[in-house]
């Protein structure tokens, strides 16, 4: 019952804390490309670490 109620604690402290961000205006969490989602998010080229890890896998195959 212990474990219960510190658990309980706990997330009420952080539901808290969130509230207080949302109530003072904090800018939401934003992906890699600024929550906007424009064209300039668009990839045309995958990155070098991408492509290393896809050359990975084909060669497991």
């Known amino acids: 019952m212990t474990l219960f109620l510190i658990t309980f604690a706990v997330i ?15 800018q939401a969490i934003k992906g890699s490309c600024g929550g906007s989602g424009g064209a300039e998010c668009v990839c045309t080229e995958k990155c070098d ?10 060669g497991l195959k």
Do not use: H
């Open 12 to 26: 009420a402290v952080v539901i808290t804390i969130m509230a207080i961000g949302v109530i003072f205006g904090r």
């Open 49 to 58: 670490k991408r492509k290393k890890l896809e050359a990975a896998a084909q």
